[in-house]
């Protein structure tokens, strides 16, 4: 029973994942403190890591920039878009085998802005162990996942990649072996 419970579940999970990946958003864009957005959504997603998990420690830090401007978005749109990436990059450093592997090892998530002009970007860096050259090209397909069984839809870098795209901008990886990961997000001013 408990398996059949927990399996349920987690078919209901991917299947409202996949709901939300289909449905066209219907919000309005509004012009937006990206700085504001970004901290709130960046302690949001530190405050449900350890929600779920009291032996999760991290520290994170902001580098924001304080010339951008409002940009016109859809909050809760992009606000999912940044709760996935920093999410991600909280459970890429909650690994037991990179503590073990770098003595002294203090994990950390950076969320920066800039004001590049015509566009402003986001960026969300871990310094995590990195993603595998032989699969960046598949990040951001729909239900491609890193995670154990069980724990994720791959669903989140998809959907973040469709929001980003029907706001007109970009979304970049950086990401080297043993040196982190860096998610970027530019939007158009």
Do not use: C, W
Request: aromatic fraction near 6%.
């Amino acid at each position: 029973m408990e398996k059949i419970q927990h399996h349920g579940k987690r078919a209901d999970a991917i299947v409202k994942g996949m709901l939300a990946h289909s449905r066209k958003s219907t919000g309005e864009k509004i012009p937006t403190d990206m700085n504001a957005l970004a901290d709130e959504y960046l302690r949001l997603s530190y405050h449900g890591m350890r929600a779920k998990d009291k032996s999760f420690n991290a520290d994170f830090k902001t580098e924001f920039d304080p010339t951008l401007p409002k940009v016109k978005v859809v909050p809760q749109d992009i606000g999912r878009v940044l709760l996935n990436i920093i999410n991600n990059a909280f459970q890429a450093l909650n690994n037991e085998e990179l503590r073990m592997r770098n003595e002294g090892f203090k994990p950390l998530v950076t969320v920066s802005t800039k004001n590049l002009g015509d566009k402003i970007e986001i960026s969300v860096k871990d310094n995590g162990q990195g993603i595998p050259e032989a699969i960046k090209d598949k990040i951001f397909q729909p239900f491609f996942t890193t995670k154990p069984t069980g724990q994720g839809t791959g669903l989140g870098l998809s959907l973040s990649y469709d929001i980003v795209k029907a706001h007109g901008g970009e979304i970049f990886l950086d990401s080297e072996l043993d040196k982190g990961t860096t998610f970027s997000v530019r939007l158009p001013i």
